[in-house]
């Protein structure tokens, strides 16, 4: 097994030694601790100039630091890998993780509707379709109004499968349903016995739904009506809004998944995010596991109000990791951290007698920040603040460089907002705001 070289500065020294003697499997190393206090200062020409030799295959410089790899191998002869930003994802770096073999496949459809689409543009249209689909939509439903009659719905419809569209059509109203299926339409959202004189001219998947005010059974009339026409459909039961029948409806969801195995299933799941004072995020994680236990094949969302932002991309991650651990038969934990958004999986904190130490051994004047158990702390060799409130800190460091102190006052407020949500801080880093900082990563690559 090869030897790794550990090269750190002073001021995490005793951190990494003990990162390194709490690895679930040992890994053969040495350590060496570099006359520098920060290692995210070093760069890579000082780690080469000031180097030992020693027995060691290859070298692990901290993640942060600047500099060509190259400059440390072709002087010491040994490979140089550069590890995480923080030295307490080793474990993870060296695959003390669970292997996510087949990650990312899923089960359940998006359908993400474009509320009021009459109201819109069709370049409007197109934009939030193909916004929609980079989010994770499988289909795009085109969702009309009442009093507003979609008289192009054809065009639009015709227009978005040249785009490589799936469309579904969400209309009660005859003639948008005929036009939205003259266009080309993959799915019509809803039939039941109000519009059931339309079925024999559609030959697109029918959505079909109980009729209105009748009762949940008359689904099964309509099923067998439509069966009787060799019609593909699908079957919505319809979910409930919380404290407006939720419960009762999932478990009409169950009993006619067991009634119909074999027909596949719709669930809006819009009247649960849409209709509650809620953020999405865990709302659809659970609805991706219920999605997921019932075999439903298709749910319906939008994003309406403001707390529903995401929801499509939200949906598309929770189903992935929900169709995994129901695949592997086990709980969806510790598999995949993007839908922690505003909580850490394990929180990375110092203690405080840590920071007392670490500002023990400093010995200039550049200001260190770190959070711990709720509180914001700032230190030098001269200063060790502890607090909440960082405008009274900022005030007791007196700093009289502009520059220094826009530095300081953004650290400030970012270590804040990580011990105000409960995040993770680390000086000179971004939060990790899960999906959404993956979001920001997808843009800066392109």
Same mark, same amino acid.
């Given at each position: 097994?090869k030897?790794?070289l550990?090269?750190?500065?002073?001021?995490?020294?005793?951190?990494?030694?003990?990162?390194?003697?709490?690895?679930?499997?040992?890994?053969?190393?040495?350590?060496?601790?570099?006359? &520098?206090?920060?290692?995210?200062?070093?760069?890579?020409?000082?780690?080469?100039?000031?180097l030992?030799?020693?027995?060691?295959?290859?070298?692990?410089?901290?993640?942060?630091?600047?500099?060509?790899?190259?400059?440390?191998?072709?002087?010491?002869s040994?490979?140089v890998?550069?590890?995480?930003?923080?030295?307490?994802?080793?474990?993870?770096?060296?695959?003390?993780?669970?292997?996510? &073999?087949? =990650?990312?496949?899923?089960h359940?459809?998006?359908?993400?509707?474009?509320?009021?689409?009459?109201?819109?543009?069709?370049?409007?249209?197109?934009?939030?379709?193909?916004? =929609?689909?980079?989010?994770?939509?499988?289909?795009?439903?085109?969702g009309c109004?009442?009093?507003?009659?979609?008289?192009?719905?054809?065009?639009?419809?015709s227009?978005?499968?040249?785009?490589?569209?799936?469309?579904?059509?969400?209309?009660?109203?005859?003639n948008?349903?005929?036009?939205?299926?003259?266009g080309?339409?993959?799915?019509?959202?809803?039939?039941?016995?109000?519009?059931?004189?339309?079925?024999?001219?559609?030959?697109?998947?029918?959505?079909?739904?109980?009729?209105?005010?009748?009762?949940?059974?008359?689904?099964?009339?309509?099923?067998?009506?439509?069966q009787?026409?060799?019609?593909?459909?699908?079957?919505?039961?319809?979910?409930?809004?919380l404290?407006?029948?939720?419960?009762?409806?999932?478990?009409?969801?169950?009993? =006619?998944?067991?009634?119909?195995?074999?027909?596949?299933?719709?669930?809006?799941?819009?009247?649960?995010?849409?209709?509650?004072d809620?953020?999405?995020?865990?709302?659809?994680?659970?609805?991706?596991?219920?999605?997921?236990?019932?075999?439903?094949d298709?749910?319906l969302?939008?994003?309406?109000?403001?707390?529903?932002?995401?929801?499509?991309?939200?949906?598309?991650?929770?189903?992935?990791?929900?169709h995994?651990?129901?695949?592997?038969?086990?709980?969806?934990?510790?598999?995949?951290?993007?839908?922690?958004?505003? &909580?850490?999986?394990k929180?990375?904190?110092?203690?405080?007698?840590?920071?007392?130490?670490?500002k023990?051994?400093?010995?200039?004047?550049?200001?260190?920040?770190s959070?711990?158990?709720g509180?914001v702390?700032?230190?030098?060799?001269?200063?060790?603040?502890?607090?909440?409130?960082i405008?009274?800190?900022?005030k007791?460091?007196?700093?009289k460089?502009?520059?220094?102190?826009?530095?300081l006052?953004?650290?400030?407020?970012?270590?804040?907002?990580?011990?105000?949500?409960?995040?993770? =801080?680390?000086?000179?880093?971004?939060?990790?705001?899960?999906?959404?900082?993956?979001?920001?990563?997808?843009?800066?690559?392109?």
């Amino acid at each position: 097994m090869k030897r790794f070289l550990f090269v750190t500065g002073r001021l995490a020294g005793d951190s990494l030694k003990k990162t390194l003697g709490e690895l679930q499997t040992e890994i053969p190393h040495e350590i060496q601790i570099l006359k &520098k206090d920060v290692a995210s200062l070093m760069t890579t020409q000082f780690i080469a100039d000031h180097l030992k030799n020693g027995e060691f295959d290859e070298i692990m410089i901290p993640g942060l630091c600047k500099g060509d790899l190259s400059v440390i191998e072709n002087q010491h002869s040994r490979k140089v890998v550069a590890g995480p930003k923080d030295l307490r994802d080793i474990p993870d770096f060296f695959g003390q993780k669970k292997d996510l &073999k087949d =990650y990312g496949k899923y089960h359940t459809k998006i359908l993400a509707e474009i509320v009021d689409a009459p109201l819109l543009s069709e370049s409007e249209l197109l934009k939030r379709a193909e916004y =929609y689909r980079e989010s994770g939509a499988d289909v795009i439903d085109i969702g009309c109004t009442d009093g507003k009659f979609f008289s192009n719905l054809d065009t639009v419809v015709s227009c978005l499968k040249k785009e490589g569209f799936q469309v579904s059509v969400d209309s009660f109203n005859d003639n948008e349903i005929l036009l939205g299926h003259d266009g080309g339409a993959d799915y019509i959202l809803s039939i039941n016995s109000q519009n059931m004189h339309l079925a024999s001219r559609l030959d697109c998947q029918l959505v079909v739904i109980p009729n209105f005010g009748e009762g949940l059974e008359t689904i099964d009339r309509n099923i067998q009506t439509l069966q009787e026409m060799k019609k593909k459909i699908i079957l919505d039961p319809i979910l409930n809004p919380l404290n407006m029948g939720f419960a009762e409806s999932i478990s009409n969801f169950v009993t =006619y998944r067991k009634r119909y195995p074999d027909l596949p299933f719709l669930m809006g799941i819009g009247n649960l995010t849409e209709l509650m004072d809620c953020d999405s995020s865990g709302v659809n994680a659970i609805m991706a596991g219920v999605t997921e236990e019932l075999s439903i094949d298709y749910i319906l969302t939008t994003e309406v109000a403001n707390w529903c932002e995401g929801t499509v991309r939200q949906f598309d991650l929770a189903r992935q990791l929900m169709h995994y651990a129901h695949q592997n038969q086990i709980v969806p934990k510790n598999i995949n951290d993007s839908l922690l958004v505003l &909580k850490e999986r394990k929180k990375k904190e110092f203690t405080e007698q840590e920071l007392l130490d670490l500002k023990n051994q400093i010995t200039d004047k550049g200001f260190r920040i770190s959070t711990s158990e709720g509180f914001v702390y700032i230190f030098n060799r001269d200063v060790f603040l502890k607090g909440t409130d960082i405008n009274d800190m900022f005030k007791q460091l007196k700093i009289k460089s502009v520059s220094h102190a826009y530095y300081l006052g953004r650290e400030l407020m970012r270590a804040k907002t990580a011990v105000t949500v409960g995040k993770n =801080y680390t000086q000179e880093q971004n939060l990790d705001w899960g999906y959404l900082t993956e979001s920001e990563q997808d843009l800066d690559d392109h």
